[in-house]
């Protein structure tokens, strides 16, 4: 056996939950994503970033199950690896692997396994952004609106640009990370996250850029997502484009400005909707989310996400992109054709396939028509739009 370098970072991989949301009727850790748990991946992910020591903090009962995990991801790392019993929060989990760390770890990584698909890469980011005085934590931008209600009421709105949604691992110096969690345990007090107990100490918490493969498996959706990411072709194999169609269909009569491909219309009639009523942008996120096969504007924005009512196409556009990204698709093109005989659209084509591109990051073009003043549009009673979107797998818009 070949002995290896002690290592001064270690990994507490967090796979103790029950998973009760992701109703598998097993622990949320072994359950597959494909023919491997999801605590296969993510100690893949561990193992493939710089060595460190590994422990993985398991149900009670599942100990054999989580070490038969960790030699199969260790390889010739096995010496590195652990198993040592969770408890029943996250914070005792959590301490628990804290007591079996090796005396030679001054940074300590705490990952949660759910987050089985997070990059090699970002571990060792994490890793190499903590210091003797901080922590560091991966984060993502939030790109949604975000509102306060209180039941089914919407109270106020949020300003996102002061928020980002947290990752892990999350990375500490051991030594103040085990005070924070002595002074926790203490006073009783239980936290969301590891940074949370950490800053409750008073300690600073860096940030660094997260990535969309870190997000979470919490419910069957997102175990859908994470197989979906992981059946997708290799770069290296010919990647297949795949098209979608959407249409869209507004009367005129609401109240404000006329919103139309992500333009505002100063003098022209609105049109009715639950957001803006921008048919334009509309029709294009059902395009692009049904070439991807992840649902519809309906699933996603519709009557019961209160956040997007009165949302413009900047919201819709962007957060559909997100969506197509987090999946593991890039856009190709839109095309776009609208039906209807106001406003007049040619003069502002230009800008308004600018807007719509810039928000995609892929071109977008609109054409317009009158329909020779047949049907609704024609009679001027609203508009009509179809769109047809490419998207191809892996974010590559090589095809």
Known sequence: MTLLPVPDTAVIVVAAGSGTRLEAGAPKAFVGIDSRSILRHALDGVFAAAPAQVVVVAPAGHEGDAESELRAAAGDRAELGRVVTGGATRQESVAAGLAALWGDVTVVLVHDAARALTPPALIDAVAQAV????????????????????????????????LAAAQTPQGFPRDLLEAAYALAQAAGTEYTDDAALFSAAGHP?????????????????????????LAAPAPARTVVPRVGVG????????????????LEWPGEQPLS????????????????????????????????????????????????????AEAGFGI???????????PK????????????????????????????GLGFPGRGEGISVMAVALVVPDGSRTV
């Open 345 to 372: 659209f040619s003069p502002r084509r230009a800008e308004a396939q600018d807007v719509l591109s810039g928000i995609l990051g892929a071109p977008v073009s609109v054409t317009a028509t009158t329909t020779d």
């Open 247 to 262: 249409t869209d269909v507004h009367a005129f009569g609401g109240e404000g400005s006329l919103w139309l491909a992500g």
């Open 131 to 162: 210091t003797a005085e901080s922590g560091a934590i991966p984060a993502m931008p939030v790109v949604d609106t975000l509102k306060r209600v209180d039941g089914e009421a919407v109270i106020g709105g949020v300003d996102r640009s002061e």
């Open 332 to 342: 190709g093109n839109v095309s776009v054709q609208l039906q209807g005989n106001r």
């Open 273 to 324: 909707g639950h957001s803006d009523g921008d048919a334009v942008a509309h029709a294009i996120v059902d395009a692009l989310l049904g070439a991807a096969g992840l649902g519809d504007i309906g699933e996603h924005f519709g009557t019961a996400h209160p956040e997007y009512a009165g949302a413009h196409a900047e919201v819709f556009l962007a957060r559909t992109r997100e969506i197509l």
């Open 205 to 229: 918490v860096r940030r660094i850029e997260g990535s969309a493969r870190g997000f979470k498996i919490t419910t069957p959706a997102d175990l859908e997502r994470a197989r979906l990411l």
